[in-house]
């Protein structure tokens, strides 16, 4: 009987905890969250060149003009951000040319594209997007 109780009460504890898990509307990232570093592609690129470690640890707070959309991400300048199938499918690039997303670094890498020459990959594979910014915006 004394067990039933310990796994009832086990039990309930990890329900509370899921259901008050996240208290910033269900996405992963708070943008109100103080340790947010607001950048560019460009500041990113920087601070994984100076101190990579340090960088991974950084949730940043990107915008920037969208290079390309593939079939799981976006490229923004070095960065390649992951965000849900559906919400690339929905961005047109003609109408909203510019992107603003939160999120963190999971990957560094060097990419091989011509001869040679090579490119630092920085990929966002835990991201969310913030805003989408229109044509007429900028």
């Known amino acids: 009987m004394k067990r039933l109780t ?8 990890a329900l509370s ?15 109100s969250d103080e340790n947010v570093v607001e ?18 640890n950084n949730i940043y707070k990107v915008t920037g003009h969208i290079d390309k959309i593939e079939s799981d991400c976006c490229v923004i300048g ?12 929905s961005i047109d690039t003609d109408e909203t040319p510019e992107i603003t997303v939160i999120g963190k670094i999971t990957d560094v890498y060097e990419e ?8 630092t990959i ?4 835990e991201a969310e997007l913030v805003e989408l910014h229109d044509a007429a915006d900028n």
């Not at 310990?6 to 504890?13: E, G, I, S």
């Not at 920085?122 to 594979?125: A, D, Q, R, T, V």
């Open 122 to 125: 920085i990929e966002f594979g």
């Open 78 to 89: 070095a960065l390649y951000v992951y965000l849900p199938r559906d919400v690339l499918a």
């Open 6 to 13: 310990v796994l009832l009460l086990a039990a309930a504890m």
């Open 17 to 31: 905890l899921v259901a008050c898990g996240s208290q910033n509307g269900g996405g992963a990232f708070d943008v």
């Open 112 to 119: 091989e594209y011509y001869q040679g020459l090579g490119a």
């Open 39 to 56: 950048a560019t592609w460009e500041d990113v690129f920087d601070d994984v060149q100076e101190n990579e470690a340090k960088a991974r």
